[in-house]
């Protein structure tokens, strides 16, 4: 009785177990992975093409993101309690909190893009700004940069001013922003005489596919690095807590790969024009 008992038993459970192999790994399989990211509205173009491809390549993962300033990102990391698994920051300062906290893992941080500063006017450019000398000039009063302290854009303008010995000269006249974007909407509004902002910044509103060019609202003077590599490094990193590492690493191999970076070389490339 007892052996018929455990013989009924070991059927039952064999029979579960096969069971749940046939039906219960098919629907885990069904189910898809999630990841996600945390990505500058800086760089979004290049990211949604990128996005396409790699959704296209890897059916079985869905792929959550946040987009806006990378300041605001990285501040709902920090002070908010967002755990997304990648986080893209577009400069030191906005991702160097992050690692220095322990919420980025410091091995993970990878380059993806590099950006530029350029030195811009309203549309009709009313004091004829020509280059980064000119703002020394007298009648130019009032010129709009990030502020360096959180924006990794205005940390480089000061140290580029400095390096060029215009600092000293043009530090009065300048109004320091909350973030890039509002020194934009300063140049836009007719409220500074000039301004420095990311070269992407002429197009972080615009999705993939889009022309690129200036505002119509915006004057590009000149780019700052012209000629010369940008020193400004947009990086990408793993969250401590990310729930999956292995596929958020695999996400860094692939906007890191040499198709990826193709995408981005052609975002990168795109003819700024004036009006």
């Excluded at 811009?120 to 703002?135: E, G, R, T, Y």
């Excluded at 320091?176 to 992407?200: L, P």
Aim: some cysteine.
């Amino acid at each position: 009785m007892v052996k018929r008992y455990l013989k009924n038993i070991s059927f039952y459970f064999v029979t579960v177990a096969f069971l749940f192999t046939i039906f219960g790994c098919n629907n885990m399989a069904a189910k898809k992975k999630e990841l996600a990211i945390f990505v500058p509205c800086s760089i979004f173009a290049s990211f949604c093409e990128i996005l396409d491809a790699y959704r296209q390549e890897h059916p079985n993962i869905k792929v959550n993101f946040d987009t806006g300033n990378s300041v605001v990102l990285m501040r709902k990391v920090l002070n908010k309690g967002a755990r997304p698994d990648v986080y893209m920051g577009t400069g030191p300062l906005e991702i160097k909190p992050l690692v220095d906290k322990g919420l980025v893992i410091s091995e993970t941080v990878t380059p993806v893009t590099f950006d530029s500063l350029i030195l811009v006017a309203p549309a009709s450019n009313p004091k004829s700004i020509k280059s980064i000398d000119d703002l020394a000039r007298e009648d130019v009063k009032t010129i709009a940069i990030p502020d360096p302290k959180v924006n990794s854009s205005g940390k480089f303008a000061v140290e580029y001013f400095t390096q060029r010995n215009l600092w000293d000269k043009i530090k009065d006249k300048v109004t320091f922003t909350e973030f890039g974007r509002n020194t934009r909407n300063y140049i836009i509004k007719n409220k500074v005489d000039a301004g420095i902002i990311y070269r992407s910044c002429l197009y972080e509103d615009l999705k993939a596919y889009d022309e690129v060019i200036a505002p119509k609202d915006i004057f590009v003077v000149e780019d700052l690095y012209a000629g010369t590599q940008p020193p400004i490094q947009s990086s990408i990193g793993i969250l401590s807590a990310a729930k999956n590492r292995e596929l958020a690493q695999g996400f860094i191999n692939y906007i890191t790969s040499e198709k990826a970076k193709a995408i981005i070389r052609k975002w990168e490339g795109k003819k700024i024009e004036s009006k």
